[in-house]
């Protein structure tokens, strides 16, 4: 099973979609975006349990920033670029 880690969360559904340059890691409702335009996603409208992400262009930051930063719920910013394994 392949898991994708993002902060403190760990993820066992990773889907890439390279057409579109988006990277889904588990699964849920969307939530808001957040400042950097990545959505973490919840298991329905009422709870703040992260059960997913959904992460926009995250090739494209990799090779522009050199880094792929994220904003977690919290408002931690952490740097995810160990997820470019998923990103080909």
């Known amino acids: 099973m392949t898991t994708a880690q993002l902060g403190s969360y760990t993820f066992d559904r990773v889907t ?20 950097l335009g990545h959505m973490f996603m919840y298991p329905d409208d009422t709870s703040r349990e992260v059960v997913g992400a959904v992460l926009e262009a995250p090739r494209q930051d990799l090779e522009q920033r050199g880094a792929l930063l994220v904003t977690l719920p ?5 740097d995810a670029s160990t997820l470019a394994r998923f990103c080909r």
């Open 16 to 35: 890439y979609d390279d057409a579109n340059d988006v990277l889904y890691l588990g699964d849920g409702v969307a939530g808001e975006e957040t400042d």
């Open 74 to 78: 919290d408002g931690r910013r952490v």
